[in-house]
């Protein structure tokens, strides 16, 4: 079994080797701009290489897991929704953490689009800690990381075969709402809700690794594995 994982804007792949601790699993990050040499500037260009990149690693025939975070999240679906259109149905799950839904984007876009200033109090007003934004190098990337979304081009089509495990780090009436809105993007979606705020889990990976642990030994059952 593999899974990919897509971190959050702005983050780095250093912030998730709790995962690899997993077992069961093999772990393979595909890389946002933090952890890049060059910025991508186009939704369609990061996607596609995403796709090469996953398409080296793996044959179709292993069983995979989607995992992602934030922007991630939004990343993990539209390369589940790539590989389903293209036939591939040997994905057991798509995670989905603290992400909004396609119909949200257009509002973080034109933020992200204008001063930092008003990205900071975007994230603040959804309760995303912005500490990490006084770090100048994390600040350009996740500026940048948002910006990429200007390129991405909105699209409606059917519901995912492919079940979401929606996790969530708030409760309030915006998350319900995108709550719903993933609900309508996948024949199945289960949610888990947590406490904490946005990237919750980085203070106890622990309440992450227990999900996924329950998605292999589900998937082993499902897949005789």
């Not at 390129?151 to 519901?159: E, G």
Request: charge should be positive; include cysteine.
């Amino acid at each position: 079994m593999i899974m990919f994982v897509i971190p959050h804007a702005g983050g780095s792949i250093i912030n998730y080797d709790f995962l690899k601790i997993i077992p069961s699993v093999k772990i393979h990050f595909l890389r946002l701009n933090f952890d890049r040499s060059e910025h991508i500037e186009d939704y369609s260009i990061l996607i596609g290489q995403f796709i090469k990149e996953i398409d080296s690693v793996w044959d179709y025939s292993e069983t995979a897991i989607f995992f992602g975070v934030s922007l991630g999240g939004q990343i993990a679906y539209d390369l589940v929704r790539y590989y389903e259109h293209n036939s591939v149905r040997n994905i057991a799950k798509l995670v989905i953490v603290s992400s909004v839904f396609e119909t949200k984007l257009s509002a973080i876009i034109s933020i992200a689009k204008g001063s930092s200033k008003k990205l900071q109090s975007f994230l603040s007003n959804i309760g995303v800690s912005t500490d990490f934004l006084r770090n100048p190098r994390a600040k350009n990337c996740i500026i940048k990381d948002f910006r990429l979304l200007a390129s991405r081009q909105l699209q409606t089509q059917k519901k995912l075969q492919t079940g979401i495990l929606l996790i969530c780090g708030r409760k309030d009436k915006e998350v319900c709402r995108q709550i719903n809105r993933w609900k309508k993007s996948s024949v199945q979606c289960i949610v888990s809700m947590y406490f904490g705020g946005h990237l919750f889990f980085l203070s106890n990976p622990n309440l992450i690794c227990n999900e996924i642990l329950q998605i292999i030994e589900s998937t082993k059952k499902e897949y005789a594995l």
